[in-house]
C-alpha cells in the first residue's frame, strides 16, 4: 500500500489523532491531498445517508439491503479507512451475505459506532 | 504496449456507488486518460456506450436496477457491432471471481478487485487496448 506523505498534512497523519481514518493511505492512493480531500467529501455524503439505511434495513430484516450498503462500504474502505475497520466491515459484509437478520445485527452492532467515529473524523480532516 | 496508448482511449466506467466512481476516474486520471464517460447503471451504460463510443467498458457487478452481468448480456446481443463487440473488464469489491459465477462472460479482459491499485489498474487496461 502506498504511504505518500505531503507536508501539509503532518497534523493530521499522526495514528494518535485517527483511530478510523487513514489519511497517509488515502492521499498514496489518490495521488494528492486535494484528490483525497474530495473523495472525503464524497464519503461523507455518502456514509450519512447510509449508515441510518443499514440499521433500518436490519431492524426490518431486509439482510439484502443491508448487504448491498456494506458491500458498498466494503468497496471503498480501503481507499480511507484504518486496517482494523477495513476488517471490521469485510467480516460483517461476508455475513450479511449468508446470515439472518439478527445475527447481522449483532456483528453490526460494535461496527456502527467505529463508522460513526470514521464520520466524525472524516469532518475533522475537513475542517 | 504495442496497443492504443492510454492517453487517446476512451472508457466508460459504469459504477454505482459514487465514492468508487470517483476514485476509479482519478486513477484513470493518473493514468493519463483522459476521455472517460461514467454511468451509474447498466441502462444508462447501454445509452452512454452508443452516444461516447468508449474504446473499453470498466464496470461494476453489483448495480441496480440492471447489474453488470445483465449489462454485458445486453450489449452482447445489441444490434450494433460495435457496441456488441466491445471489451469489457469486471470490477469487483469481493476478491474472488464466484461473483461472476463459473465462467468469464465472451469479451471480458479481466477481473479487478475494487479498490484498483493503480498498476493493476494500468496493466488491464493494457492488456485489453493491446
Known sequence: METKKSPSMSTHSSSGEFQCLNAARGIGMMGSEASFRKILSTVATSLSADLPKVDQALQSGDVATANR?????????????????????????????????????????????????LLIEINHFLA | MTGMALSLARILVVEDDP??????????????????????????????????????????????????????????????????????????????????????????FGYIVKPPRLETLKARIEQALR
Open chain 1, 69 to 117: 450498503l456494506l458491500h458498498a462500504f466494503k468497496g471503498y474502505m480501503p481507499i480511507i479507512a484504518s486496517d482494523d475497520l477495513i476488517a471490521q466491515v469485510t467480516a460483517v459484509e461476508l455475513l450479511s451475505k449468508t446470515a439472518c437478520a439478527q445475527e447481522v445485527q449483532q456483528a453490526y452492532a460494535p461496527l456502527a459506532p467505529q463508522l460513526q467515529r
Open chain 2, 19 to 108: 465514492v468508487m466512481r470517483e476514485y476509479v476516474v482519478n486513477s484513470l486520471r493518473r493514468l493519463g486518460i483522459q476521455q472517460i464517460d461514467t454511468a451509474t447503471d447498466g441502462a444508462s451504460a447501454l445509452r452512454a456506450m452508443i452516444s461516447f463510443r468508449p474504446d473499453l467498458v470498466l464496470t461494476d457487478i453489483h448495480m441496480q436496477p440492471m447489474d453488470g452481468l445483465a449489462f454485458v448480456q445486453q450489449m452482447r446481443q445489441h444490434s450494433n457491432p460495435a457496441v456488441s463487440a466491445m471489451k469489457v473488464i469486471f470490477m469487483s469489491a469481493d476478491n474472488s471471481m464466484d461473483t461472476l459465477g463459473q465462467a468469464m462472460p465472451p469479451g471480458t
